[in-house]
């Protein structure tokens, strides 16, 4: 397995093949871990843009909240993920693992509109002329979690959570 970790490419197909112990590894290794560093560092920047240029009328004023919310949510998240539903669904708990499923999607659909929020405090990550080396630093910052979540999310609902409700139904129909 880690050698899948160090040369994992993030495209679906390659994720299919693999057994959901690597993927969970790699879910875990890749953006679980990842989050847990980028967003107390996102909040602490952004409270600094936010306190250095309050007033101005590009400023993402409210922004840190909500990447403050993000992330215990996401903490909470990422948790019942690695608590209760990856060793389901690495034990082979298919069919127990469809409520889960169903809440860990609903939450993904939630951090969606979360991401939604961060695009319209911030212009759409759009970086004024303004800005400084924080504010710069910050939405560079913003850019890669966004990605890094984006592919987080899309390989637990498309390929993890997938796959599982496939050898659900494989299961039900033997």
């Known amino acids: 397995?880690?050698?899948?970790?160090?040369?994992?490419?993030?495209?679906?197909?390659?994720?299919?093949?693999?057994?959901?112990?690597?993927?969970?590894?790699?879910?875990?290794?890749?953006?679980?871990?990842?989050?847990?560093?980028?967003?107390?560092?996102?909040?602490?920047?952004?409270?600094?843009?936010?306190?250095?240029?309050?007033?101005?009328?590009?400023?993402?004023?409210?922004?840190?909240?909500?990447?403050?919310?993000?992330?215990?949510?996401?903490?909470?998240?990422?948790?019942?993920?690695?608590?209760?539903?990856?060793?389901?669904?690495?034990?082979?708990?298919?069919?127990?693992?469809?409520?889960p499923i169903s809440v860990m999607r609903f939450e993904h659909e939630h951090h969606f509109g979360a991401l939604e929020e961060i695009g319209r405090l911030t212009d759409g990550l759009a970086v004024p002329p303004e800005a400084c080396n924080t504010w710069r630093a910050l939405y560079g910052g913003l850019q890669a979690f966004q990605e890094d979540l984006t592919q987080h999310i899309h390989l637990e609902n498309d390929v993890l959570f997938l796959n599982s409700s496939h050898a659900a139904e494989g299961a039900r129909d033997a």
């Open 1 to 99: 397995m880690n050698d899948i970790l160090l040369a994992a490419p993030t495209d679906s197909a390659h994720w299919r093949r693999a057994s959901a112990a690597d993927l969970i590894e790699y879910l875990i290794t890749r953006f679980h871990e990842r989050h847990r560093v980028q967003l107390p560092e996102l909040v602490r920047l952004a409270r600094r843009v936010e306190h250095t240029h309050a007033g101005k009328p590009s400023c993402p004023s409210g922004l840190a909240d909500v990447l403050e919310t993000l992330y215990q949510e996401l903490e909470s998240h990422m948790l019942k993920e690695e608590q209760v539903l990856f060793p389901m669904l690495a034990r082979g708990m298919h069919q127990q693992a469809r409520a």
